[in-house]
């Protein structure tokens, strides 16, 4: 068999290369700079860590995410390859430790922290060493157009420039938008790199955006059909993050909590017990996640609208790592867009950047801002706006995502939008300005409040004709005839009619809408088929409690031992000797020794019973 094939298979338990892995290797291989644009899940790391087998020399990985070096280096010691990560997690005794190892040539593999670069025991070190390959994962934070720029990536060359030869550097990232892998080739200075962006589609994720009139109500709902998978909600606030986690806790759900604002101690035991899958579903901000490798997840579901579509694919797609068929569903309300602005408009992360540099990183974010919104209104296939956003061509219908599922009916919403223009018109005339959308919806809908009132706004003839709607469906009509053109939004969000209205009111005019049949959406969510049917099978649940036993005994995740997909594959192959547990996916020679004996005999008693 080939070398590159053999390690694959024997370090990894791989049979095959994922797409854009194999191109990417090779080039490496024969010492020519890469740049991998591939979504989270991907496959990235792979296209490090086999060449890191290969060379020569040492491989240097550089990457801003501390728990992600940790994992990393876990799972590949766990594979039988020797690794380090360097970075400010270490007492400065474990740091001369590991710099001593290093210098005896006892890695492969080492992880760095782009701020330990340039510290004298590091840069020492490494200068007399023979370093091969330089990977620089997350690449786009060398960009200011990127989502995580971090001013320290710009030093890479610099740092590059210092070892005595040049060695081959390759660039990984998921984000794909033309300004950032520009800024990343530049910046880096990568010389005539293979490039590959790979699909970044997702196939085993469904993806969904619904807007509830409760929230709570409905992540109640979504999380008691998942009783018994692990998942992750993501909130946009810290207190968002307390108040879901306590009524999630208090219903009896088995949650934890991840925020910056809580101290360390509990946020590493809150992430362990998630991981360790001691908890089951983890709420949190999305200071939770970067890096974490769990393969696990089932679903993703967010409590209120992300930033950028970058940052809800990338939270969005720690969903089913593993393969397995998972959920990624967006509660929406239009509330969750004002909080993004001001989480945009108040963000403290850029205070190292100069003005100028804080001034096109808030355009750029307010950019992506208005994309995040449109995926959240849009009727067309969800997952063709992400890949279409990422630059990639594709199909109208996916039909695995709400939008697609979903069946849909055409409703003659003519004698309503004339309300809503009427109303429209109304305020306007009547207070000399025009008003945003929530008025409206509490115009329409005949609300008492007392701001109403003061303006006398409930002496108009539309105040409350719509009473019998929910303020949600008034919001979404209103702004499908936004988006239709019925109305016009100025730079306040304030609304006005336009000629195409006013056709509509002299009855010239028909509008039409494609609504979702929400009663069969339930139905729906429970029928769809979720994950292998090994997972459900007596066989499948044995081999998890063995996992979570060796995880325990071994003190490391479950997932480092084996994936949910590895386990899949076990069950439905049924290996009973140390040669055919080896054919399982994921299963390489290392685990095989350490593992295949105690697997193997909970198949045979399995099958000896049945
Ligand atoms: P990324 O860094 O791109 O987000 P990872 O490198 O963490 O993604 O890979 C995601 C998952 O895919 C991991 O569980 C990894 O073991 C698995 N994987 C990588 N390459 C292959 C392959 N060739 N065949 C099967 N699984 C793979």
Redesign the pocket.
């Known amino acids: 068999m080939e070398r590159i094939k053999e390690l694959?298979t024997k370090y990894?338990g791989?049979?095959?290369?994922?797409t854009g892995?194999r191109e990417l290797i090779d080039a490496v291989l024969s010492s020519r700079d890469v740049f991998g644009i591939?979504?989270?899940?991907?496959?990235?790391?792979?296209c490090y860590q086999l060449p890191a087998l290969m060379l020569h020399g040492i491989t240097l990985v550089i990457s801003p995410l501390i728990s992600l070096m940790k994992d990393q280096v876990l799972s590949l010691k766990n594979a039988g390859i020797s690794a380090a990560f360097v970075n400010s997690s270490l007492t400065p005794e474990q740091l001369r430790k590991v710099y001593g190892y290093m210098a005896d040539r006892r890695y492969k593999i080492i992880y760095v922290a782009p701020e330990r670069l340039f510290t004298e025991g590091f840069l020492d070190t490494v200068r007399q060493l023979e370093i091969s390959f330089i990977a620089v994962?997350e690449a786009h934070c060398i960009s200011q157009w990127g989502q995580d720029f971090r001013p320290g990536y710009l030093k890479i060359p610099q740092f590059i420039a210092m070892l005595p030869s040049r060695p081959v550097v390759g660039a990984?990232t998921?984000t794909a938008t033309r300004s950032v892998t520009e800024d990343i080739k530049k910046h880096l200075g990568l010389k005539n790199p293979l490039m590959t962006v790979t699909g970044f589609d997702r196939p085993n994720l469904y993806f969904d955006v619904i807007s509830p009139e409760d929230k709570m109500k409905k992540l109640i709902s979504l999380l008691s059909e998942r009783e018994d998978k692990s998942g992750i909600v993501y909130c946009s606030t810290r207190k968002d993050v307390e108040r879901v986690e306590e009524t999630l806790r208090i219903r009896g759900f088995s949650v934890t909590r991840y925020h910056a604002g809580l101290d360390i101690e509990e946020r590493r035991q809150n992430q362990d017990d998630f991981i360790f899958d001691r908890k089951s579903i983890m709420v949190a901000t999305n200071a939770f996640g970067m890096g974490i490798?769990k393969?696990n997840v089932s679903f993703v579901f967010h409590y209120n609208m992300p930033k950028s579509l970058e940052a809800y694919y990338q939270e969005a797609?720690r969903a089913g790592?593993?393969?397995e068929n998972a959920d990624c569903i967006l509660l929406f309300s239009p509330g969750d867009i004002m909080t993004a602005k001001f989480l945009i408009n108040n963000s403290s992360d850029n205070e190292e950047l100069t003005e100028e540099q804080k001034m096109t990183v808030l355009e750029a974010d307010m950019s992506r801002l208005r994309e995040m919104e449109s995926y959240c209104k849009t009727k067309g296939c969800l997952r063709r706006c992400l890949l279409t956003y990422f630059g990639q061509k594709a199909p109208d219908n996916c039909c695995n995502c709400g939008n697609c599922r979903e069946e849909t009916e055409t409703v003659d919403i003519t004698d309503i939008s004339d309300i809503i223009f009427t109303c429209v018109f109304e305020i306007k005339k009547h207070l000399g300005y025009a008003l945003g959308v929530t008025f409206l919806t509490k115009v329409l809908k005949g609300s008492r409040e007392s701001k109403l009132l003061e303006m006398s706004l409930h002496t108009l003839s539309s105040y409350g004709r719509l009473s019998v709607m929910s303020a949600s469906e008034i919001r979404r009509i209103t702004d499908f005839l936004v988006f239709e053109g019925y109305l016009r939004k100025n730079e306040f969000d304030a609304l006005f009619i336009t000629e195409k209205a006013v056709e509509v009111n002299r009855g010239n005019e028909s509008v039409y809408m494609e609504m979702r049949k929400t009663a069969e959406r339930g139905k729906k969510e429970k029928t769809k088929k979720s994950g292998a049917n090994a997972e459900d099978s007596r066989l499948y649940e044995l081999l998890r409690q063995k996992r979570l036993e060796i995880a325990k005994e071994e003190n490391v995740p479950a997932y480092i031992i084996f994936?949910n997909?590895t386990l899949s594959d076990m069950a439905k192959k049924a290996p009973e000797t140390y040669e055919q547990f080896l054919t399982v996916?994921?299963v390489g020679q290392v685990k095989a020794d350490l593992y295949a004996d105690e697997f193997t005999k909970i198949i045979k008693k399995y099958a000896s019973e049945t």
């Open positions: 694959l990894f791989y049979e095959d290369f994922r892995q591939m979504p989270t899940g991907g496959g990235k790391s792979m994962d990984f998921a490798d393969s797609g790592r593993d393969g994936s997909a996916t994921g």
